[in-house]
């Protein structure tokens, strides 16, 4: 449950910064599964707990917002609506097709190759922090992608975040049933980087 203490951790120790992009498509999702009395039940609770996120369409999508903002907007819609860490993936595989940078970075695919070298850079224009690896695309003949996501020691939360989010990407991408994603190393749990692996 938030409360003044977590709040003010995360946004004391929380460093980088994330394009406002991430609190629209997080809107979006909020609409489509809970409906306008949904977003506004949400927007009220920011207001209660002084999280300064504003879901009704004004954060500028292009400019860069604290990255701990990022974290307290998941842990706010998954306690508002008592939302499981399942719904959390669900929610992250749904934000590419809200998203105009991946939307952008799909509509120029031309291979595998050129495809996962310009994701690393779009990591880049969406986070100030972190280094996603490109994947090694002569695995997808063995039936799966790996994607390493190094200097990236946020939250949790964010690790099932983008458990679904790396599945989304590699459905729009490979076409291919039954995929299966885990996170095979996490910072959170000693490892040097994190590692995201999807298996179809």
């Known amino acids: 449950m938030l409360d003044e203490k977590i709040i003010k951790n995360i946004l004391d120790n929380v460093k980088g910064e994330t394009r406002g992009v991430v609190f629209k498509t997080d809107a979006e999702f909020i609409k489509e ?28 999508a292009t400019k860069w917002y604290p990255l701990s903002l ?27 097709k809200y998203s105009f940078i991946v939307r952008t970075l799909l509509r120029y695919f031309i291979s595998f190759e050129k ?8 990591w880049k224009e969406h986070y100030s922090v972190g280094e996603l690896v490109v994947p090694d695309p002569s695995v997808v003949n063995d ?13 949790p939360i964010l690790c099932e975040y983008y458990k679904g989010y790396f599945l989304s990407i590699c459905r729009m991408i490979v076409k291919a049933e039954n995929m299966v994603m885990k996170e095979t190393k996490c910072m959170f749990k000693g490892d040097e980087y994190h590692e995201f692996k999807v298996t179809w």
């Not at 920011?46 to 996120?53: E, G, V």
């Open 115 to 122: 495809t996962f070298s310009e994701a690393s850079k779009y």
């Open 33 to 60: 599964k809970m409906g306008e009395e949904g977003l506004e039940k949400l927007q009220n609770m920011a207001n209660q707990l002084n999280i300064p996120i504003d879901y009704n369409g004004e954060a500028n």
């Open 70 to 96: 990022r974290v307290l907007s998941i842990l706010l819609i998954q306690d508002v609506f008592e939302w499981d860490n399942e719904k959390i993936i669900e929610m992250g595989e749904a934000a590419p």
């Open 143 to 155: 039936n799966y992608l790996v994607f390493p996501l190094k200097d990236f020691e946020v939250h």
